[in-house]
């Protein structure tokens, strides 16, 4: 199976940088995502890694190093609206089946402050 | 249609009763997901559609939930003989292909069994 790790709450102030760490641990890893989502709303897809390295989208990067497991969500220039819960996802293969699945992480609730 | 469309938005039962839950994904999508998400936590898989190939039902929690998706688009969950511990929302994500990075959510349907 696979199993994710997250911080459960983060708080940081309009216009700071934040980043929120992912860890996993997973068999026929494909890829790390990254969703938001508003109290109340829908997830919504922010961004994906396949490789190692940086993906950079606006005010957030998304960062994936495979030999550590690890990955991270970076958010800049902060602003009220970015207060939401972020889930980390890890795309792998499920066992006896082929298919590729999401398991995603409890989230982490982000809080911006003014 | 536009987004991924679910129904209806809240839904009250009392505890034994069956419930029905909807989901018309984005057309022409042909993966169809099904999540469970309890508050303040992360999202639950339950089931999963790609075309005509069967459902894979690994993430349903009882033999009191089923779901189909007729003629490739709409799907319904049902919840039979519902319990107090199936209180959560109920998410609906659609993707192009199994093989897509992005699913696209709906916004749920809270479920609330008294």
């Known amino acids: 199976g696979q199993s994710l790790e997250q911080p459960s709450e983060v708080t940081a102030v309009e216009g700071a940088i934040v980043q929120i760490n992912c860890t996993y641990q997973?068999?026929?890893?494909?890829?790390l995502s990254w969703y938001q989502q508003h109290d109340g709303g829908a997830p919504t897809f922010l961004s994906y890694?396949?490789?190692?390295g940086l993906e950079e989208t606006g005010r957030f990067s998304s960062f994936l190093s495979r030999s550590d497991s690890y990955g991270y969500l970076l958010l800049q220039e902060l602003q009220m609206k970015d207060s939401a819960s972020y889930f980390c996802?890890?795309?792998?293969?499920?066992?006896?089946?082929?298919?590729?699945?999401?398991?995603f992480g409890s989230g982490t609730r982000l809080q911006v402050q003014p | 249609g536009a987004g991924v469309s679910q129904s209806p938005s809240n839904k009250v039962t009392e505890k034994g009763k069956d419930v029905e839950l909807r989901c018309d994904p984005i057309?022409?999508?042909?993966?169809l997901y099904w999540y469970r998400q309890s508050l303040g936590q992360g999202l639950e898989f339950l089931i999963y559609?790609?075309?005509?190939?069967?459902?894979?039902k690994s993430g349903l929690p009882s033999d009191r939930f089923s779901a189909e998706r007729t003629g490739g688009s709409v799907s319904t969950l049902t919840i039979q003989r519902t319990q107090q511990e199936d209180s959560a929302v109920y998410l609906c994500?659609?993707?192009?292909?199994?093989?897509?990075?992005?699913?696209?959510f709906g916004a749920g349907t809270r479920l609330s069994v008294l």
């Open positions: 559609f790609q075309g005509n190939s069967a459902p894979d």
């Open positions: 057309s022409g999508h042909t993966a």
């Open positions: 997973t068999s026929g890893f494909y890829g």
């Open positions: 890694n396949g490789l190692d």
């Open positions: 994500a659609s993707s192009y292909s199994g093989g897509s990075n992005i699913q696209y």
């Open positions: 996802a890890v795309r792998a293969a499920v066992e006896n089946t082929g298919r590729r699945a999401l398991t």
